[in-house]
């Protein structure tokens, strides 16, 4: 899992796109892959193989290695730089309006020539489909997109969006074919398209086998010739097996927080097991329906808020591979305050929750369902919603317990309104605060929990937007975490650590392990 960090660079604004996101990109044109091919394990699944889509860790790893965006996070890095693009930069300066220029010589994997006319229709198809599981609340902020010739691409935006360069380097911005991808409809074949460094050759529910794209042109080099990633779907145990008996050579989210020490001492045959430890920002909440009948009254969301132990969770549940979170933006991430410590502490505290309670005339143990989905979020969350259930019930105050439901299941429900207590994570898009709060609190977000918050939605999220000073966002994001730690919403749970296990024989993972959250296939090579 992604863990907290305490560097972070600034995404960028008008005043320095046009230095920082230009350049030749340059390259040889030849793309590596002579080293071995390797076998990873992971627990995610991957939703969708179009990236109009899939808006979930798996399908991004897929897309960050089958297409190219305009622009990518270089490794070890969080400031976008040209990828597809040879540059782009805000024009005039009020970051409303975004020119790039196409590289020469863009390739997809079937031989058709990449030009701004795919670009083009990536984006507008993605907006047009609009798919409850895609991407396209986070190009949002598009108005309208220009293909004046081959190779300019301008982006008109609705209102200024400092951090619009950083949104389009994440797998929102995967660049399709226009004659392989319909521009109304999603693709449903479980093949992909890409001029990525990889291509896909196939897919299915145990695995996906990719191999070097020999028409990509840019700037990596793949240090393997080819990746089979197998799905484990949540099977930690399985994973862990697989992984000791060299069946695979590395595991990426999933193990079982015990067995991550165990492996990082154990031997398996000649070979030690290597645990590689990255830096990241993804975080869990419980997320409240503010239209529920139970937790729709604040007063019982925030008894809530003053019984959940999350040294307990961390503890118990993910064996110190997370940390407690007191704020929707997490330690590392520039803005973060802690607002829910402040408030409701930081060990249960029951005194205080019975006394809101009976403040508000509510007497009686109050009846709950937690709703967790394992098959999204890990096969510990049902123990961690269990967990919480025994802690709201040993105060006395509820009668709680965990029902675990199938992702797909688990979506539409709460989409009709019908929980009222259910959990959701957040691997983020792009370092900053904007990405922690707006796909939560402005139009049409993710959390479908039916609350808004006019002074959030119409003028901190706006503002904190058309900022391209970063650090001067800082007050307006004070302000927004103190507002959702009093109306709760949600209530922050934990900030994950990132791991990789792996096998001494294979190298290179520390590269897919940093705070974009891009998984680059390319960078991994076996001995």
Known sequence: ???????????????????????????????????????????????????????DPGS??????????????????????????????FQGGDSKVFK???????????????????????????????????????????????APDDKTVVFRLKTPDATFPSKIASGAGAIVDHSEYPADKLRTDNKAVGSGVYKLDSFNEKSATF??????????????????????????????TVLESGDVDFAFRGLAAKDIAGLAAAKTGDNKVDVVQGTGAEVEHLVFNVNDPVVGKLPVRKAIAYLVDREALVRDVYAGTASPLYSIVPAGIAGHTTPFFERYGGSPQPEKAKAVLKAAGINGKIKLTLYSTPSRYGP???????????????????????????????????????????????????????????????????????????????????????????????????RLQDIVADELPILPLWQGKQYAVTRQNVTGLQWSLDASTVFRFWEISKS
């Not at 080293?35 to 394990?41: A, H, L, N, S």
């Not at 991004?60 to 990518?72: D, K, T």
């Not at 670009?119 to 609009?130: G, P």
């Not at 028409?215 to 793949?222: D, F, L, N, R, T």
């Open 100 to 146: 790039c220029v196409l590289r020469s010589g863009l390739k997809f994997s079937n031989g058709h020539p990449l030009t701004s006319k795919d670009v083009k229709h990536s984006f507008d198809r993605t907006l047009k489909i609009n798919d409850d599981n895609g991407p396209a609340v986070l190009l949002s902020s598009i108005a309208g997109i220009d």
């Open 380 to 478: 510990s969350t049902d123990q961690q919603f269990e967990v919480i259930a025994k802690q709201l019930n040993d105060s006395g105050l509820f009668e709680a317990d965990m029902k675990s439901v199938e992702y797909e299941q688990y979506e539409k429900d709460i989409q009709d309104g019908k929980y009222g207590v259910y959990v959701k994570g957040w691997v983020p898009d792009y370092p900053d605060a904007d990405n922690f709060t707006q796909p939560f609190f402005g139009p049409d977000n993710v959390l479908h929990n039916n609350y808004d918050n006019k002074e959030i939605s119409g003028s901190i999220i706006p503002s904190t937007s058309a900022k391209s000073d970063r650090t001067a966002t800082t007050p307006d994001y004070t």
């Open 1 to 55: 899992m992604i863990r907290r960090n305490q560097w972070l660079a600034a995404p960028l604004g008008a005043a320095t796109a046009a230095a920082l996101l230009s350049g030749c990109g340059s390259t040889d044109g030849s793309n590596a892959g002579n080293g071995k091919g390797v076998v990873m394990g992971i627990s995610d699944k991957v939703k969708s193989t179009d990236p109009a889509s899939g808006y």
């Open 211 to 240: 191999s070097v794209n020999d028409s990509y042109s840019g700037k990596a080099k793949a240090k393997n010739n080819g990746v089979t990633l197998k799905f484990f779907n949540g099977d930690q145990a399985g994973l862990k």
């Open 60 to 89: 991004w790893l897929l897309f960050n290695n089958v297409f190219q965006s305009l622009l990518s996070f270089p490794k070890g890095a969080t400031t976008p730089e040209p990828d597809a693009a040879q540059s782009c930069d």
